[in-house]
């Protein structure tokens, strides 16, 4: 079997009512989708989605004519791209996929085995009202799903507070709740500073009275004496990674023991075959590996299969927050949107490959093209 071709597309869902993502300044019109298809020459189609990978044409010869199931060579040539043309982990999502047809596994299986499923914990994406966002942690503790997800970032941290508090009173212990500070990183237009030391550890004294499961990205990525200190100054576990790029500096966060928990994405650093490595040595130091998966269903179903079929996690992340964050928009590439089972499970069966189904003809309705794309994010910024 050998690589025949390589096919990318572009979408735009318009989104009326927008999105007011929490972490953006201005509700979100559009939700962009980048489909990467890869074919074989014995009809085999291998399908994944990530990041606009603008500029990966030149690179694509480097796979064809080679072999699918050569998935370790693949990963060592994006791990190239990835410095020389940006982040291009759709691809091997895709290869994983074709690869996973070839053979007649599905992705669990080639992770590792050791489960078909995973429980999720719903991630919330809007700064609601205090009783809207009680509202729905009642919802989602009423859908079976054992965690929620609560975003910081209001104009002020009392704010935050509040509402986590105004949470933790309504539905008790009846979820764990995890608290995103989101200091990790930053959108392109964001020029304000991240919080240092003294401001987390002010924080996570808040989040310890509050009983948080986790405090994800209280301080930058690059902070690792911060973050050594703060995991170590207090009893929360610590979160972050999702935008850390370079294997060597996961390693760097493993040996200063900067988190308990690990969140690098498929899509968007390593890819899967070198996140399967990673997870092992988390898991190994004692520390927990489960994905960030802020994207649409494929997305979501590559980090799924990866931690399900490697080491196993508490939870994994489901963009859920309706009815401006719904399934049916975040997986409007999907054929039919992804929901957990009623006990907070994601079933991921046994068809082989990552079992996407593409809708065809919503693809063809919300094509779009590199310009229109492009100037989206000048106007975002
Ligand atoms: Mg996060």
Redesign the pocket.
Known sequence: MTIRDIRISHHQLPLDPPFPAAWDTQPRQLFPATIVRVDDDSGHVGIGSGDPMHGIADYLPLFLGADPLDLHRHSEVLANIDFHAGRPWALEVALWDLAGKCRGEPGWRMAGGRDDRIRVYASSGVHRPTNDMAALAERVRDEGIPALKIRFGRATIEEDIAVLERVRARVGDALELMV?C?Q?WRMPWDTQAPWDYARAIEVARELERLGVYWM??PLHRGDYAGMARLRADTDLRIAGG?MTRELHEFHTLLERECLDVY?PDAVCSLGMTRLKGLAESVVAAGCEFTP?T?GNGIGLLANAHLTAGSVGASFIELPYDPPEWSPERRDFPLARAIYPDAAGWLQLGDEPGLGIRLDEARLEQTTAGATGYRQRHARAS
């Open positions: 995103d989101n990790g994800e990205e999702e969140q960030h802020w």
